[in-house]
């Protein structure tokens, strides 16, 4: 026997249980939070010399990408020159890994003259080949400067070393990112 409109299943207004929500609950701007795997987490994006040493590093929420963080980055960067004057404002070598590599952050490297070594995954470089000559010219890449790239991925984990760090116990985005400078100016006096 079919159901009348007023019994079908989902129809009837109840004030016991609340609407399922259906999109997910964002947080404000200023925490710097974000749902990602696990849970809610922020990310650490940085830019670091040899060393294992950041030069400039942002807080954003667990669930934005990469590639669109590196240009604010880069534009963080500053680093005073010895005799003084300008600070430097241009790496003279980037490294970065398959995340990075997006038409948007290349344009931005060509434009501002700063060697990169980014790999092209492998959907990127199938469409350029079927465009043929129109797909533009193939990347440089070089392995060895590319082998560098994981001092990144060390200079984050001296920071996490720092237990404020790892855990992230700041509910504010800005008192996080207080809390890295710290870290990194402690990692700076280190050597």
Request: net charge positive; charged share 35%.
């Amino acid at each position: 026997m079919p159901r009348s409109p007023a019994r079908r299943r989902g129809t009837q207004e109840s004030t016991a249980c609340p609407e399922k929500r259906s999109t997910p609950r964002h947080h404000r701007p200023d925490e710097g939070l974000g749902r990602s795997r696990g849970g809610l987490t922020s990310k650490i994006h940085l830019a670091g010399e040899g060393g294992r040493r950041p030069l400039a590093l942002l807080i954003t929420p667990g669930q934005w990408g990469d590639a669109p963080q590196l240009i604010p980055v880069l534009e963080r960067l500053r680093v005073p020159r010895p005799a003084g004057g300008h600070p430097r404002t241009r790496p003279d070598h980037l490294g970065g890994d398959k995340a990075y590599s997006s038409r948007r952050n290349r344009r931005y490297l060509r434009r501002r003259q700063i060697k990169h070594t980014i790999p092209e995954p492998k959907d990127q470089r199938a469409n350029r080949r079927r465009r043929g000559s129109k797909g533009g010219r193939p990347v440089g890449f070089d392995k060895d400067k590319y082998k560098r790239r994981n001092e990144v991925e060390r200079t984050i984990n001296l920071l996490k070393s720092f237990r404020a760090v790892a855990t992230r116990y700041d509910k504010r985005a800005y008192v996080f990112h207080g809390t890295v400078t710290v870290a990194a100016i402690r990692l700076w006096l280190r050597t």
